[in-house]
């Protein structure tokens, strides 16, 4: 048994060497401290990913549509924010009390502003024109800069065809802009999309070479999401519907749009159009390939926005700063690229009669201007203010309109037309009440001077 003992004083003597050949601090003097890292990393900045950019929705809405397919195709990039439509979409699906309204309805509707009108059009049966991508070409217009009175600044544009067939929009192109300026604008935004592509694939290949799982699964999500919206692009998710009978009335109608900072716009154009104008809505025409494309886009989509924080967190500070450089170009490049889109919609258009009555002491002013003195395909013959409610109902309102009628139908190749002016206002003074001559009087004046003729 000695033996024995003295066997096993000897192995534990041996066990106790080792250990404390492997950890040669004791136990007692050890302390828990932080790990220190002194490498560079941006996690916060993940969240710039999901952080909210009100040009998203329209770029989403410009995939979804494609109005000026033919034209050219919008690239949706994968910017700041730019997985939010598709993650909202999803929740919509999901949450949504009327099923039956496709969320991509929901996401163009976002994006069309109804404008407030009064019309002749259809016995004022239209209160709302909709302002959406069909027709960006007349922001520019509704937008205008006013001057010190905007109260008395009318803009009028005629609408002679809202809804023009993709030949005419092509034609109207390359007579505005040339053919290589079309071109060129059309390669701008392809290379835009796929160099945008490129980032994401290069990003996911660097995060395969440097071990960075992280890294590669975002990127390939964000890849896969761009793969999405190239291949909605081949096609028009969402469509204008116009309807389908429409009496074809080519009398001129008016629309006057009021805007609430100031200035008036007027809408003039046929019957036909301003009522197809009025009555157009989206239309999503359900098929397999587009619901296929739709989840696709709106999955791919929702797992890249919740990818970008989960994974930023743990990626590589290189990678990281690679990716939030993604973020940025595409946020940059989506505001060229609205530039160029809306250049060469515009231009499709093709010519745009418009014009400005600004700097207008009174509105009786601004009404005579815009009835007797512009462009005359933009002239304001027959619009009755006091029937819309855009003049107060008082007689000498009722009467000038009249005159300014009667003064239109004047033949400016007769050899005296102030004479036929003179006796046309002449008959308005005798025909306006007494307690109203004043007013009266004020506008004749306002009549001759627009005119260019000495006062009556």
Known sequence: MPSLSLYLSSLLSIIGQAQAEKFPQSLTDLHAQLKRDDGVTFDPLGVAAVLYNPRVDKSAARLYTQFDRGLFIWPHLTMIGGTLPPMQMLVERLNATMKWIHPSIKLCAQDTTMLPVRSDVSGNVFRQLPLNLSNAWLTDIISFQTSKQPGNDFVVVCVDAMYQAIEERQKNVRQQSGNLRWLLGKWTLDSICL??????????????????????????????????????????????????????????????????????????????????????????????????????????????????????????????????????????????????????????????????????????????????????????????????????????????????????????????????????????????????????????????????????
């Open 195 to 456: 160099v945008n592509g490129a980032m994401l694939v290069t990003g996911m290949v660097c995060g395969i070479l440097t071990a960075d799982l992280w890294a590669f699964t975002l990127f390939f999500l964000y890849s896969s999401h761009w793969f999405a919206s190239v291949l909605i692009s081949f096609t028009s998710m969402v469509k204008i519907h116009k309807p389908d009978h429409i009496k074809n009335d080519m009398r001129d109608r008016y629309a006057v749009y009021e805007r609430d900072e100031g200035g008036t716009v007027i809408f003039k154009g046929p019957q036909r159009e301003l009522e197809e104008w009025a009555r157009s809505t989206w239309e999503y025409d359900r098929t397999w390939i587009k619901d296929s494309l739709h989840w696709f886009w709106t999955l791919t989509g929702t797992f890249s926005g919740i990818s970008s924080v989960a994974c930023m967190v743990n990626m590589k500070g290189a990678l990281q700063l690679a990716f939030l450089g993604v973020l940025v170009y595409s946020s940059l490049a989506e505001i060229g690229a609205t530039r160029i889109a809306r250049h060469l919609q515009t231009k499709a258009h093709g010519h745009i009669s418009v014009d400005r009555v600004l700097n207008n002491r009174t509105r009786s002013l601004a009404i005579i201007r815009a009835t007797l003195q512009i462009t005359p395909e933009c002239r304001l013959k027959g619009l009755n203010w006091v029937k819309m409610g855009l003049l107060p109902p008082m007689q000498v309102f009722q009467k000038m309109q009249e005159l300014l009628r009667e003064i239109s139908e004047i033949e400016q190749s007769i050899d005296h037309p102030g004479v036929a002016v003179k006796e046309k206002c002449d008959n308005f003074l005798n025909d306006v009440d007494p307690s109203e001559q004043m007013l009266a009087k004020r506008i004749v004046k306002e009549v001759t001077e627009t005119l260019g003729f000495k006062a009556c």
